[in-house]
């Protein structure tokens, strides 16, 4: 692998639930999983249907040491923790990071309460991996390895969300899923997570001609995204959290929309991976 750049690779592009079939055949099917390569040091971001490839290829590469941090625990980013191999592997060690339950629940007790029966078929105990458990609360600056700088802000969810900063090599990619935005207002708490990113991955599961049916929903639009971007002077924007019934054709047609009104935009897919060459290794 190499290590002089920050790798961006998408295991996991869609919401809500997995999906497969030809008209998703393109864009993929699997839930919200993002790998990040800060050099020698691997970061993964939500535990999807799509972290079960991503363990298959962590295995493959030799990666044996890395960090998992949740955006929160709902089912469409969780689903993948149960089949995502290295947990199995005594060989493996594992930080798993979350915040959005910060004062009401822990980490080990997140991942206890999903993996245990009748939810699945074995308790949490038959992992062989070393597993750290990491709390934090939103607001909070993380430093999970020498050099990656990891600055986390509440999103607005049903049940709590946090969003993500990456900085490490002079460049910074931000993960902001899942999240509503109000008619007519940029959040404050995302501007701050974005500015100046080279790449924002956000939340664009609807248009904004279908937000008023599905407002309380907790998810944005493209257009938002947009907006937020432009104000925020970032130059890449990653159409994420792609609808369920969304189909390779119809993200076509809001890729090209949204390219239209932002050159860095493009629509997400699955095994898609940016490369962003490093700048300076200078820490915050």
Known sequence: MDDDGFLVRFWGVRGSISVSGPEFSRYGGNTNCIEMRCGKDTLLFDAGSGLRPAGWALRASGVTDFDLFFTHCHYDHIIGLPAFKPIFDRSVKVRLWSGHLAGRMTTRQMVDEFMRPPWFPVRLDVCKAGLDYRDFVSGDVLRPREGVV???????????????????????????????????????????????????????????????????????TWQQGVKLCEAAGARGLALFHHDPSRTDEQLDEMEKLAKDRFAGAFAARDGQTLKFPVKSHKKR
Do not use: F, Q
């Open 150 to 220: 990891v600055r986390t802000g509440s999103l607005t969810h049903p049940g709590g969300c946090v969003g993500y900063r990456v900085e490490w090599g002079g460049r910074v990619v931000a993960v902001i899923t899942d999240t509503e935005h109000e008619p007519g207002k940029l959040d404050p708490a995302v501007l701050g997570l974005i500015e100046d990113a080279d790449l924002v991955i956000y939340d664009c599961t609807y248009t904004e001609e279908e937000m008023e049916r599905y407002r309380g929903n907790g998810h944005s």
